[in-house]
């Protein structure tokens, strides 16, 4: 996949679904009885990636204090979503040890993972960072969790929802209509080349979490030292 023309078109598509008031509101981020959890392996931006981040976000605070942005502790980039969050899963339901090995057999052998973060892109209900791998190791090692988890018998949905080939994180959701849809337009095209920075990856985290990755609700299962 071109990942520069990915996140073009995503952005055009987006940009005129907001333009035209045809963008969706997440109506369950506010919802506390969300039970919607699973299990992924993910990886988080460092800490001065994450700082620019910041300087984005509160440039859309000021615009609309209302939507929902993601504080540091909760910016990720998904490497793989094992089980998708669905209602009423627990970590009573699968011995994570069997995920864990899985996961450690995928990374042999694997290389070092460095992402660029250059850019905004958007869709119809939210604003995310564009990553950008400088190789395949990432690709490769997302083809080698689908072998292995998908030639195993543990509980997984790897891909149900969509195949994932990006990197990116995302760090705004719409959660009540938007005050300035122009405005808001204008900012993220200000960030659409913006250098956010570039990192080599030192680990991998499995974690249980909810839809959003909020941190207050996910569980630390284990990191994979790169």
């Keep these: 996949m071109n990942l520069t023309q990915h ?3 995503l952005y055009k598509t987006s ?12 109506s369950k981020i506010k919802d506390v009885s969300d039970s919607r959890f699973g299990i992924t392996l993910l990886l988080r931006p460092s800490e001065k990636i994450k700082a620019n981040i910041q300087l984005f976000l509160d440039k859309l605070k000021k615009l609309d204090s209302k939507q929902y942005y993601y504080p540091n502790g909760d910016i990720h980039v998904t490497i793989m979503s094992i089980i998708s969050c669905y209602e ?15 996961i450690e057999k995928s990374l042999e052998n694997l ?32 083809d080698k969790l689908r072998e292995n988890f998908k030639n195993s ?5 790897i891909d149900s929802r969509y195949s994932i080939s990006t990197a990116h994180s995302t760090v705004m959701r719409f959660t009540e209509k938007l005050q ?6 204008e900012i993220t095209e200000q960030f659409r080349d913006y250098n956010f920075g570039e990192f080599k990856v030192e680990k991998l985290e499995l974690v249980f979490n909810d839809w959003y ?4 609700n996910t569980i630390h299962l284990k990191d994979f030292n790169l």
């Design 7 to 9: 996140y073009n078109q």
């Design 15 to 26: 940009k005129e679904a907001i333009l035209s008031g045809n963008y969706i509101l997440d």
């Design 88 to 102: 009423g899963f627990s970590l009573d339901k699968i011995n994570i040890e069997d995920y864990i090995k899985i």
């Design 111 to 142: 290389g070092s993972i460095t992402i660029g973060f250059k850019g905004v892109t958007a869709s119809n209900s939210a604003i995310m960072i564009q990553g950008f791998p400088s190789d395949e190791t990432l690709n490769n090692l997302r």
């Design 153 to 157: 018998a543990l509980e997984q949905s």
């Design 180 to 185: 300035n849809p122009e405005k808001l337009i």
């Design 213 to 216: 990755q909020r941190e207050e």
